[in-house]
Structure formats: C-alpha cells, structure tokens
C-alpha cells in the first residue's frame, strides 16, 4: 500500500503562485508515474500533470508555462509549482501515484483562487 498526503492548499490571489506538495510513505519502492489531478465543484476530475519517475513530463493545456510539477524520488515526494494562478485554477487538487498495476490516491488539498 501507498499513502499520500497532499499539503500547500489554501487561498491565493489571482496572478499569485502556490506550491502544493505530496509525500508517499508506506510501500514506495517501484512508484513510477506520479500526477495531479483537480476537480471543481460539478466537474469531473482532470488531469493536471503527470511526471514519470524518469522525468518526463504531460501538462493540460490550460496550465502549461503557468505550473510546473517535479518530484524528488529519494524523498518520495512530489510537488506542484503554480504561478499566475487563475480563478478557473479553483478546485480540490488531488495526487496520484502509480505502482505496478495500482494507482492510488491522495484526500486532496483545496486551492481556492480570488479574482
């Protein structure tokens, strides 16, 4: 099993920047792709970014050259730097972890973006 504990939600200015973080603990050894997701309120989850353990990186449309996700795998920790933040950002921002044939779940961190 894997948990992962999402922090570095909360409220922020438009044009500001935040950074979420995500720690793994528990059976870490073999995580390979880590992601983000969000969801707001009525609307289905949506990626955000995804990042192999290599490096390699996938972004949404609506966030690339405004977020950057990174992860450091000897602290088993991922992260998510958001810059020029909109309101449209708002919503519960969850973290994924994929391990074998399993993905799990952070309890997801709000972001909540003022105009």
């Known amino acids: 099993q894997v948990q992962l504990v999402e922090s570095g939600g909360g409220l922020v200015q438009a044009g500001g920047s935040l950074r979420l973080s995500c720690a793994a603990s528990g059976s870490t050894f073999g995580i390979a792709g880590m992601g983000w997701y969000r969801q707001a309120p009525g609307k289905q989850r949506d990626l955000v970014a995804s990042?192999?353990?290599?490096?390699?990186?996938v972004y949404a449309d609506s966030v690339k050259g405004r977020f950057t996700i990174s992860r450091d795998n000897a602290k088993n920790t991922l992260y998510l730097q958001m810059n020029s933040v909109k309101p449209e950002d708002t919503a519960v921002y969850y973290c994924?972890?994929?391990?074998?044939?399993?993905?799990?779940w952070g309890q997801g961190t709000q972001v909540t973006v003022s105009s």
């Open positions: 990042i192999s353990r290599s490096g390699n990186t």
């Open positions: 994924t972890a994929r391990r074998g044939v399993n993905d799990y």
